[in-house]
C-alpha cells in the first residue's frame, strides 16, 4: 500500500499509473460547483494519461453527465464517463439474449444504455419481461418496486425449481447526497424488494468489481488509479478490482472514518485535495517503534495512541496515525485516541 512505501526518492501518487479514475460527488464537486483545485488537477493530469469519471448514479446518462462536467471547466467527453447502468449492461448480457425484454426500475440512464444495446423496454410486469434492471430515480415509488416483486416472483426464485428471472441493480448506495442533505439511495430501495422477493441482484456499482472492469476495458489500464471519497464504495471497489486507490478528504470520509478503516478499505495514499495527486508523497518509516511521516511521528503502545511528535503538516500526522493503528492488528474501537487527531 501507497501508505507504507518507502523510497529513496519520493513519488507523486500519479507517477506509474496508465490511467486516472475519479469519482464525481465530493471528489469533483460538491452540491452545483466544483471543489476548489479538482477541475485544474484533473484537467493537468488528463495533459499525461487519459481521465475517466466512475459514477454509480443510474438517473443521468454518459452524455449529462460530461455536460456538467464541461460546464465545471473540465476535458470530457462522454464516453469518458463510465456509469454503474453501462456496467449493469456487461451484467445484463451474460444473462440474456439480444433483444430480450427488460423491466426498468429508473431512469434515463437505464433506459439509454438499454436503448443502445437493441434491449426492449417495459414499465409493467405483465409483459412477461426477461429481466430485470433497477437503478435510483427520485421518482421511485411502491408502484414500481411492486412491479419488479411481481415480475421476480412470477418465474421461480426462492422455493422453486427454476431460479427466476435476471435481476441486476445498478449499485446499493445505501445514501445519496442531495440539496437538502443526505437521502435513502438505491440500496434502500433494492432491500423492499429484496424483502419481496426473498432473494439478492447481481450488483453493477461500486463497491463490487463490474463497474472498475467496464473502465479498464474501456481505457486499455492496467495500472489505473482511482480516486475517490468514500472508503466503502471506490476504496474498497478499488481494493477488490487490483487497482491503486487515493482517498481524497473533501467528500463524505474524513479522519475519523479513515482511522477506522477495515483491511479491506484501506487506501494506498490519502490526500488533501487533488493537487496533491501530482506531489511527491512522503514516504512512511518505523522509527523505534513509532511510525513517521515528515516531521509527524505516531506509536499505539498497549491501548494507547501516541503523538511522539504532531509535526508540520496535519496531513502527515493523520497518515502517520493510521499506519500506526493499521499496523498495530487493533481495532481502534479499544483504542484511546487522542481527539485531536479527528479534527
Known sequence: MGLFRQ??????????????FADLDGVVYAGAGAIPHAVESLNLARERVPVGYITNNASRSDASVAAHLSELGLTVVPNDVVTSPQAAMHLLGEQVDPGALVLVIGGEGIVVELEKRGYRITRSADDAPDAVVQGFTPEIGWKELAEASFALNANGGPGSETPGIPWIATNTDWTIPVARGIAPGNGTLVSAVHTAVGRLPLVAGKPETPIFDEAKRRFGAERPLMVGDRLDTDILGANRAGMTSVLVLTGIDLAKQVLAADAASRPDFII???????????ATEEVRGAIRVGSARVRVDGRRVVIESAGERRLDLLRAACAAIWRSGTSIHVLDVPTTLYR
Open 7 to 20: 523510497k529513496a526518492e519520493a513519488a507523486a501518487p500519479l507517477d506509474g499509473a496508465d490511467a486516472v
Open 272 to 282: 488533501g485535495d487533488l493537487r496533491e495527486l501530482h506531489l511527491p508523497y512522503p
